[in-house]
């Protein structure tokens, strides 16, 4: 969702912001602050069951708007209608079992429900609810009827919910629903559809960086942040995928609906990535191994020494994973694999001459290639890349939200996957061959 100009309040998204009756409703008060602090004017539609858990009073004073809560109130503005028109996005969090219902029914018994079917914007729902509920055959069914209805349904997190109880069924993380939320805003802004064209597809990425210990305190890594990688989980998932994600040292919010396996070192990512593509379809290897770790870990901290000289470190070279992936695959053709090249150009040769020859010695599917000279990139919500495979002309996916460039990955490998569908076919669209991971 690109910043509006300051002042210029016509240019500002409107949102609608729905709450459903869980009481997961007092965690749509930090996605309400989120969606304002990007320069959104948010309008509140709570239904009668969420304003007992969260009060109108709460929902004007973070918004600094009205609340929408009947259809009765200012009845010659036609509300029920006025506001799913004027919406240019609609996301309801939490979206309890009940309200999904009443919405696949089609049902308009309030303001809520009424506004989601006079709407035209992309409409995303937040589920929260106990396990039981969200794995009845209803709630699946009525989940697979809102998606055919066009509606972007995530599924719900893992974690405590109730009482004691733990599973499937907990809200989001509203930083990871706002994510999305933007997302599905500028894909459908820029005249892109959001469909579920990996539906029934596996994939795997990894994001973050590496470390490899030194001694109890400190270890040898690298600046990786892990956005691009999660912006991949986030958005695959988005567009129907079962989603793995190998998070090497991050600190980033749980994308919805993805699994999530921690490691530290290239040895642990290694393992993991081999273990869950097994049966994938594609892997995406975003994730910034550290070339190189020390032979021997020291088991005390190594100090300072009395007489000013410095410790030697003798390091041995770390498992290539891209390489192992793609020479346990040999001549199969799945899973599609996708490496990511962080580059600096040199006396050597520019950024694309390295990548190109980071190509030639390896053999997955297609390369994403960023010039991270200068610390470009790392920790940065937006990204450039240029997209290498054999065979094909450089692609360039000019400067935008690490989102964006996560689709046209997206976009990329669902050709790979089913040909018939023409990208594949361009010049520009990329083979069967790329190189290097490495996640920013």
Aim: with cysteine.
């Amino acid at each position: 969702m690109t910043a509006p100009v300051p002042g210029a309040a016509s240019t500002r998204p409107h949102v609608v912001l729905g709450v459903g009756g869980g009481i997961a409703a007092y965690k749509a008060c930090e996605l309400l602050r989120l969606f304002t602090e990007s320069r959104c004017e948010v309008t509140v539609i709570p239904t009668a069951a969420a304003l007992q858990f969260v009060g109108e009073p709460t929902w004007a004073a973070l918004s600094g708007r009205p609340v929408a809560s009947e259809v009765w109130h200012d009845v010659h503005e036609v509300p029920h209608v006025r506001l799913g028109r004027e919406a240019d996005l609609v996301v309801v969090a939490p979206a309890t079992a009940d309200l999904m219902a009443r919405a696949a029914q089609g049902r308009a018994d309030d303001l809520l429900t009424s506004t989601l079917l006079t709407s035209r914007a992309p409409v995303l729902l937040a589920p929260a609810m106990h396990t039981e509920m969200w794995e009845h055959p209803a709630t699946r069914e009525n989940v697979a009827t809102l998606r055919r209805h066009g509606y972007v349904v995530l599924d719900p997190a893992v974690g405590r919910l109730t009482g004691p109880d733990t599973g499937r069924g907990r809200l989001p993380d509203p930083e990871e629903i706002h994510a999305t939320a933007l997302d599905l805003h500028e894909r459908r802004g820029g005249g892109s559809d959001v469909g579920r064209d990996l539906e029934g597809r596996r994939v795997v990425v990894s994001a973050g960086g590496t470390r490899e210990p030194l001694d109890p305190v400190r270890f040898l890594g690298n600046r990786s942040s892990g956005l691009q990688g999660f912006a991949l989980a986030r958005t695959a998932a988005l567009r129907g995928a079962e989603v793995t994600l190998v998070a090497a040292n991050t600190d980033l919010p749980v994308p919805a609906g993805v699994e999530v396996r921690e490691v530290e070192t290239t040895e642990e990512l290694q393992t993991q990535v081999v273990a869950a593509s097994a049966d994938a379809d594609v892997v995406v290897m975003a994730a910034a191994p550290a070339d190189f770790a020390p032979v021997s870990l020291a088991g005390a901290k190594i100090k300072k020494s009395s007489d000013g000289s410095t410790p030697s470190i003798e390091l041995r070279e770390t498992p290539d994973v891209l390489a192992g992936l793609v020479a346990d695959r040999g001549d199969e053709t799945s899973p599609v694999i996708v490496g990511f090249a962080a580059e600096t150009g040199d006396a050597n040769g520019s950024v694309i001459d390295h990548a190109r020859a980071k190509l030639a010695r390896k053999g997955c599917d297609l390369l994403v290639v960023n010039d991270v000279g200068g610390g470009a990139v790392f920790g940065r919500p937006d990204n450039s890349a240029v997209l290498l495979a054999v065979g094909a002309s450089p692609y360039d996916v000019p400067q935008g939200s690490k989102s964006a460039l996560a689709h046209v990955v997206w976009d990329r490998v669902v050709a790979l996957l089913d040909p018939s569908r023409g990208a594949a076919a361009e010049p520009d669209a990329g083979g069967r061959h790329a190189s290097e991971s490495r996640d920013l």
